[in-house]
């Protein structure tokens, strides 16, 4: 939880920053609205804790590459999640990033794993060669 309380803390102080006092004073009226309220405190409670809880219990169960993988894709997930339930409409950017991001996993996910001498699997190294 102190990730989460560090991140408000400094989206908060960069906002200041960036937009001036304007958006958090409208944010100070909007928070008094049941509506809003309530899916903040359904979103910043159990559903976040839910899922960093869910995050850590199940990394156990496979490998720190696909987990990299999986975190890669949340920004990927959460521009379907806008596009499907929330009706946005991505620009050029978000669709560029979208593929930028999925070309760095599959990168990432499908490159040969180095062994200890630092060579690709299948890749003999200067040693290895059986010409003597």
Do not use: N
Not at 60 to 69: L, N
């Amino acid at each position: 939880m102190l990730q989460l309380a560090f991140v408000g803390i400094f989206s908060i102080l960069a906002s200041l920053i960036v937009d001036g006092s304007g958006p958090l004073l409208q944010s100070r009226e909007l928070i008094r609205e049941p509506d809003v309220l309530w899916a903040l405190l359904i979103s910043i409670g159990p559903t976040s804790a839910f899922a960093f809880w869910i995050q850590t219990a199940c990394q156990k169960y496979t490998t720190p590459s696909r987990v990299a993988i999986i975190y890669a894709m949340e920004p990927v997930f959460a521009a379907f999640t806008g596009l499907v339930f929330g009706g946005e409409k991505p620009g050029l950017s978000a669709g560029l990033g979208c593929l930028l991001i999925l070309a760095a996993m599959l990168t990432a996910g499908l490159s040969p794993v180095p062994d200890k001498d630092g060579h690709a699997e299948g890749e003999s190294g200067p040693l290895a060669s059986s010409d003597g």
